[in-house]
């Protein structure tokens, strides 16, 4: 069996026209990004040869820290409540509602397939203030919280909550499922072991799901994570970055920098940084949940 | 089983696709061809007109074809670049006027206007107006790209409200701030802006710099001959803030896009709406409009008393521009279409959308909507020209100022605070440059 | 004793119906507030309040996005390009994911980072370099650059599921197989890939939903209007100063999400299915 499962012509044939789509499509355009990233301006105008520059630049670049610091709070707060609120859901539509599962768990993804600039006009209509009150403020009014109506997308205090729950909201029916696939694969008898020895509720989640459940929370920590530090689209849609610079994120000012500003190896050099954290935090993390494993 | 079967079908399916669908479709285009990228959809605008009059000429020269290609107006810049660093620009395309162009002239890739204009005789069909505001946008670096519009800017506002509450049309600053508390006082919102999109309340800040330093104030600022951190700048933002904290502009006002802010004046929740000319093509669509077609208003900013502007200082602007690659440009091919186009332009834009496009109109029409006309007379009324807030910054200041405008307008910035942003990225660019 | 215990379950039963019945509103609001939107005319928009009813049901929205977008010539093309790179996604990752998890060679580990790695990347920051290749390659305006580039961006996060799925699975499965005499391809087609149906159903109903709602590659590739995608039809409905037909807009979404709706609920069925016969198996 070993033989039959080493073949290695077998393998290039499974695994060489997937690698070479991926090289030719993924690869080889960050390694090129990576050799711009190394120049200042842009090709086609001026472009020149800049060595390290871009990354020592990054850090006395106000803008640079400032974005970058947005999408920290932005990445912990997303990531707890995307992961954590697609777990409960999960563990809702198996334990909480039989009855209802198939229907619910149809609904839950609905927001995932929205495209952006729906969700994005959506929100900004539920916590719009003018010209209009939008559902939010409407709701405040009416049950007397007059002094809690405010302009939600206006203000640096409130714009960056309303854009998490928006990317929580819409993520969340994703993890769900994700994390329901993995959970209806639990043989039954496991947990009707664990019911018979008298776990149940809290206990039963904590000592023999989660444990479970750990590599595919290691994938959903990892999705989560990668996908909002990249985060782009929802707050162009949702804010454009306002007011002032409270939601502009790290790969808006990357988009700025390449695109508006001319400074595409600067915009390059961002971008790798991007692409390091991700891989840095990736790393992090499998080690903690394989040394949580052992 | 099932799904291997299902796959079997599936890749079937597919390879009828690849047969029937030829995947490499496209290829390259052939000699007689020229490019177009617009901002606008073929039945839109600028876009229509420039295609409409290319259907004529291919009538006398069916060997002609042109290529449309639309990009959103918040991505061309992105594309564009895109195009640059390949060298591969089309051979005509809208780009934005200011800094924007000025990076493409001095990077080779335009061809130079004047010239071309000269050479084939089109001179004489651009507005002179139109053609020293390009230059000046252009930071004198001469001619090199052609308008697509001649826009006034100003206060469009509701004649009911105005004629209800017995209020004329205010010529100062302070009758301004009058005519705003007495609409305030009735439960009117005064002023409604497109605050989310950020240019148009740097819009609103510019009207008061214009009137207290001039209509070249920002150009002075960005050359570095005054300070953007001068009384006279953080006097305007003072100003705003005050409106803001009256509650002229409502709540939330960086909140409401565009769209919004129009709406917010066609359906009476707001009196008064800072915008251009180009906003006539709303004004003119019936269905949103529910003022009806004589219910809206125009007027200039008014003057600050002490302050160095007049009431026939406006504040213009060309809107986007188009501009041609020099690398592509064939005098047989280019050259003789943009002759039968350009010679009709000016007027068939006048004769089919009632818009002025920064050509010479030969024949004004008789019957021109109310909006039009009013476009008209005060185009005709502008004496010294002002630009925008921003045109001419460098693309980073641009952001800078537009991004903490919005600071500005929700109170979460002084208005020292804001210029000093403004003039420290102003001044890094100088340095820089 | 009984009473109280039944009288329990009934409050339990009723708070958890209460709760879900909140719950499915919230997650129905956006699907029900987009088709009003649609269907509200100009006036509409204006007037009332985004959570109201219109007041007439407004079609033009419709026809104007069905034409002005364009919508049948770039419905067509999405289909060609997500269906072509979906059939490549799922085929490539199955595969890959395979010789990753189930089978022994050297460099395993390092080719399995490397797919990982792509999960990563900023979109943003390949489009320069891609355009560029495209070019010198001539594939620019063709369906080939979506696609490849779709399949690209679509294997790393395909593989990295399908391949948690098979590690889960146990390998007496395989042994058994080649017991009875099964080659290596007939035990993936045959055995393989049956049992890993429930990931791929969530592979294509996710990479469906990511290449379907693409803009920026088909923006920055297809330049020419008979090649363009549906995501690209809703520029139709802006103008420079930031003026939007917002009415058109969402008539063009709503029919632009009607396919990844019907692929998710028809699917969704599937995994039910695939479901229940994994417990008669295990």
Redesign the interface.
């Known amino acids: 069996m070993k033989e039959l499962l080493g073949n290695r012509k077998a393998v290039m044939l499974f695994v060489l026209p997937a690698l070479f789509i991926y090289l030719f499509s993924v690869f080889i355009p960050i390694l090129w990004s990576a050799a711009y990233s190394l120049y200042r301006g842009m090709p086609g105008l001026s472009f020149e040869f800049n060595g390290l520059n871009n990354y020592v630049k990054m850090w006395s670049d106000t803008m640079f820290i400032g974005s970058f610091t947005v999408t920290l709070k932005y990445v912990l707060i997303v990531v707890a409540g995307q992961v954590g609120l697609g777990f409960l859901l999960s563990l809702m539509f198996v334990f909480g509602i039989k009855k209802y599962t198939t229907l619910v768990r149809t609904l839950v993804f609905f927001p995932v397939v929205l495209p952006v600039v729906a969700v994005g006009q959506l929100f900004s209509k539920i916590v719009e203030i003018s010209p209009q009150y939008g559902l939010l403020n409407s709701l405040l009014a009416t049950i007397g919280l007059d002094s809690l109506v405010q302009p939600w997308l206006g203000q640096s205090s409130t714009a960056l909550g309303v854009l998490c729950t928006m990317d929580i909201w819409t993520a969340m029916g994703f993890y769900a499922v994700i994390f329901y696939a993995a959970l209806v694969e639990i043989p039954q008898d496991i947990i009707e072991a664990a019911r018979i020895d008298g776990a149940s509720g809290i206990k039963l989640t904590s000592k023999i799901i989660l444990p479970l459940l750990r590599p595919i929370t290691m994938t959903c920590f990892i999705f989560s994570f990668t996908g909002t530090l990249k985060v782009f689209e929802s707050a162009l849609a949702l804010t454009r970055g306002g007011p002032g610079v409270s939601t502009k994120t790290l790969s808006m000012y990357m988009y700025d920098a390449s695109f508006l500003y001319s400074q595409y190896g600067y915009g390059s050099a961002i971008a790798v940084f991007v692409l390091l954290e991700c891989f840095f935090v990736s790393v992090v993390l499998n080690r903690f949940f394989k040394s949580r494993m052992m | 089983m099932r799904a291997f079967k299902g796959m079997k079908v599936l890749g079937f399916v597919i390879l009828v696709c690849c047969l029937h669908v030829n995947l490499f479709a496209g290829g390259q285009a052939d000699e007689n061809t020229i490019q177009f990228l617009s901002i606008w959809a073929e039945d839109k605008d600028n876009s229509k007109l420039l295609l409409e009059l290319t259907e004529e000429y291919k009538k006398e020269n069916p060997d002609f074809n042109l290529e449309f290609e639309l990009v959103a107006a918040e991505n061309l810049r992105q594309k564009v670049k895109v195009l640059v660093a390949s060298d591969s620009v089309p051979d005509v395309f809208v780009y934005e006027a200011g800094k924007p162009i000025v990076e493409l002239i001095d990077g080779g890739i335009l061809l130079d206007m004047e010239k071309t204009f000269t050479d084939l005789g089109l001179m004489d069909t651009l507005d002179p107006g139109a053609v020293s505001l390009l230059k000046r946008l252009a930071d004198n670096r001469g001619l090199y790209d052609l308008p697509l519009g001649m826009n006034v800017e100003g206060i469009w506002y509701n004649k009911k409200m105005f004629a209800d509450l017995g209020l004329d049309v205010p010529e100062t600053w302070s009758e301004l701030m009058d005519v705003c508390e007495v609409l305030h006082q009735n439960g009117i919102q005064p002023f409604t802006a497109g605050g989310k999109d950020k240019w148009p309340i740097t819009r609103v800040i510019n009207m008061y710099v214009m009137r207290r330093m001039g209509v070249d104030a920002m150009e002075r600022g960005s050359k570095g001959e005054i300070s953007f951190t001068d009384p006279g700048f953080v006097e305007a933002g003072h100003v705003i803030q005050d409106m803001v904290r009256k509650g002229y502009f409502g709540e939330g006002i960086v909140t409401v896009d565009m769209s919004s802010a129009a709406d917010a004046l066609f359906s009476g929740q707001a009196a008064m709406f800072y915008n251009g000319s180009w906003f006539t093509q709303d004004l003119n669509d019936t269905e949103r409009n529910l003022l009806g077609p004589d219910g809206v208003g125009f007027f200039n900013i008014p003057v600050v008393e002490g302050g160095v502007g007049k009431l026939d200082d406006y504040s213009v602007n060309c809107g986007n521009i188009l501009v041609l690659s020099a690398k592509a440009y064939d005098e047989e091919l280019t050259g003789e279409w943009l002759k039968y186009v350009f010679s009709r332009f000016g007027d068939y834009a006048m004769e089919t959308t009632g818009t002025f496009k920064g050509f010479k109109v030969s024949n004004m029409p008789d019957n021109v909507p109310t909006y039009t006309r009013i476009v008209g007379e005060e185009l005709a009324k502008v004496n010294n020209a002002g630009l925008w807030f921003e045109a001419s910054m460098d693309d980073k200041t641009t952001q800078v100022a537009q991004n903490f405008a919005q600071s500005l307008f929700n109170l979460e910035m002084t208005p020292e605070q804001y210029f000093e942003e403004i003039e420290k990225s102003s001044k890094e660019y100088r340095e820089k440059n | 004793m009984l009473v109280s215990y039944n009288q329990r379950r009934n409050i339990k039963r009723t708070a958890?119906r209460i709760l879900?019945i909140l719950?499915?509103f919230?997650?129905?609001y956006?699907?029900l507030?987009?088709l009003m939107a649609a269907f509200k005319?100009?006036?509409d928009?204006?007037?009332l309040?985004?959570?109201a009813l219109p007041t007439e049901l407004y079609f033009k929205n419709f026809s104007t996005a069905w034409t002005?977008g364009r919508m049948s010539i770039f419905f067509r093309n999405s289909l060609?390009v997500t269906?072509?790179s979906l059939?490549?996604i799922?085929?490539?990752?199955s595969?890959?994911s395979?010789?990753?998890i189930?089978?022994?060679?050297k460099g395993q580990q390092l080719?399995a980072s490397?797919?990982?790695?792509?999960?990563?990347?900023?979109?943003?920051?390949?489009?320069?370099?891609?355009?560029?290749?495209y070019?010198k390659l001539?594939l620019?305006?063709?369906?080939?650059s979506l696609?490849?580039?779709y399949?690209?961006?679509g294997?790393?996060?395909s593989?990295?599921?399908i391949s948690?799925?098979m590690?889960?699975m146990p390998d007496d499965i395989?042994?058994a197989a080649?017991i009875d005499g099964c080659?290596?391809?007939s035990l993936?087609?045959?055995i393989i890939?049956?049992l890993i149906?429930?990931?791929?159903v969530?592979v294509v109903?996710?990479q469906f939903?990511f290449r379907w709602?693409d803009l920026i590659f088909s923006?920055?590739f297809i330049?020419?209007?008979s090649?363009k995608t549906i995501?690209?039809g809703?520029?139709?409905f802006?103008?420079?100063?930031?003026?939007?037909n917002?009415g058109a807009?969402?008539a063009a979404?709503s029919m632009?999400?009607t396919p990844?709706?019907l692929l998710?609920?028809v699917l969704?069925k599937f995994?039910?299915e695939g479901?229940t016969s994994?417990?008669v198996k295990?």
């Open positions: 958890i879900v719950f499915l919230v997650q129905m956006p699907v507030w987009m005319s100009p006036g928009m204006t007037s309040p985004a959570y002005t060609i269906i072509s059939f490549f799922v085929f490539f990752s595969t890959t395979f010789a990753l189930k089978m022994k060679w080719i490397l797919f990982l790695m792509g999960i990563m990347v900023p979109v943003t920051i390949v489009l320069l370099p891609l355009f560029q290749i070019m001539g620019l305006n063709t369906y080939w696609i490849i580039t399949t690209g961006f294997l790393s996060l593989i990295f599921l948690n799925y590690r889960s395989i042994e080649f080659n290596l391809y993936f087609f045959r890939v049956p149906k429930n990931a791929l969530t109903i996710i939903f709602n923006m920055t330049s020419r209007t090649m995501q690209t809703l520029m139709y802006s103008d420079e100063y930031g003026s939007k917002w807009i969402f979404i632009g999400v990844t709706l998710y609920i969704n995994v039910i479901m994994g417990a295990g």
